[in-house]
């Protein structure tokens, strides 16, 4: 794999018990996704009390950055906090963490647009982002999401909140992002069905709803189809991903073969303890254990590899580019027999 700028691999590591670290890393991510869930954005100690709290404890290390990478100097570092340029007009905000968050500034000639959000802690790095790449005003014309999670919309609320402008995301994403209930229990990953869900049904109705309720986008949102235009982004395609959710998108620039990908591929081995605990790069399906369909996200990673792109910039991982990128996608949609 080829990535951009010459940003190195994660320098090998002694890692004292590493089966055992790579083990509570996988539960650390897992329970993070899951607090993410369960925990409202801004919420108070309060939310504690709801017995919610249990899931909180490992949510601090996300945004804080990674040894080695973002926490430790240089130009990981300081690409984790200044977007840098991965293709003419689109400029990516990452990798950040341990799950090497990624989010996207995306112009056009007159405005920009926003790709995912990171998770709510975010918020504040992406407005400094924004305003260190495109002036100290500047406000987006639009936020568009490849899918309602809350490590991708998680900051989205507060951002549409300070910059005043609608979040786009797909029709079918918009029942888990106004807090449904029922649509989180039919489109339920492995993660939910064996923590969150549980951990909701314990509150009972009334808590349940009013934790829904606070964690819910209340923001501008504005609901499209695939195949329609790219709001914001002229010149892009949306493209259906199904799998890793139920209205997962990937967006796709056929002049240049740029591709934002979300979820549906990433560039990090999510799929494995230890590549979670040493931030691996790596091409890669989605995490598998919050999939909610693997057979139709086998099926997206094959129609990603069908457009041949020349850039992947994924929703973790540092994006990937030259001569063996369309070839990288080809061999993992192979392995993954999604044709
Ligand atoms: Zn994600």
Redesign the pocket.
């Known amino acids: 794999m080829q990535t951009l700028g010459g940003f190195p691999a994660p320098a090998s590591r002694r890692v004292s018990s590493a089966r055992h670290n790579a083990t509570r890393s996988w539960c650390r991510s897992a329970a993070n996704e899951a607090s993410a869930w369960l925990r409202p954005a801004g919420a108070s100690r309060r939310a504690a009390a709801t017995g919610v709290w249990v899931l909180h404890w490992p949510v601090g290390h996300v945004g804080r950055g990674f040894a080695g990478r973002t926490g430790g100097g240089g130009a990981a570092a300081g690409r984790a906090l200044v977007p840098w340029r991965i293709a003419p007009r689109v400029y990516c905000l990452g990798p950040s963490g341990r799950?090497g968050?990624n989010v996207f500034f995306v112009r056009s000639a007159t405005s920009w647009t926003l790709v995912d959000t990171g998770w709510a802690s975010d918020a504040d790095r992406i407005e400094r982002a924004a305003a260190a790449l495109l002036g100290g005003d500047t406000r987006p014309d639009a936020i568009l999401l490849t899918h309602c999670?809350p490590?991708?919309s998680g900051a989205a609320e507060r951002l549409a909140r300070d910059w005043d402008c609608p979040v786009h995301l797909p029709a079918e994403e918009v029942p888990i992002a106004i807090g449904d209930f029922a649509a989180m229990v039919a489109d339920a990953g492995p993660l939910d069905r064996w923590v969150v869900l549980p951990m909701l049904r314990a509150l009972g109705r009334r808590r349940r709803e009013a934790v829904l309720a606070r964690s819910r986008l209340d923001c501008s949102l504005r609901a499209f189809r695939p195949g329609t235009d790219v709001p914001g982004m002229p010149g892009w395609e949306c493209v259906p991903t199904p799998g890793h959710t139920r209205g997962h998108v990937s967006y796709s620039r056929p002049a240049d073969g740029v591709l934002i990908t979300?979820?549906a591929v990433?560039t990090l081995r999510v799929n494995s303890p230890a590549g979670l605990l040493l931030s691996r790069e790596g091409i890669s399906g989605p995490?598998w254990y919050?999939t909610w369909d693997r057979r139709l996200a086998r099926e997206s990673v094959a129609r990603l590899a069908d457009l041949e792109p020349s850039v992947l910039a994924c929703?973790?991982g540092t994006p990937m580019t030259g001569p063996d990128t369309a070839e990288a996608l080809r061999a993992l949609a192979e392995r993954l027999g999604g044709h």
């Open positions: 799950a968050t999670h490590d991708h979300g979820d990433v995490p919050t929703g973790h």
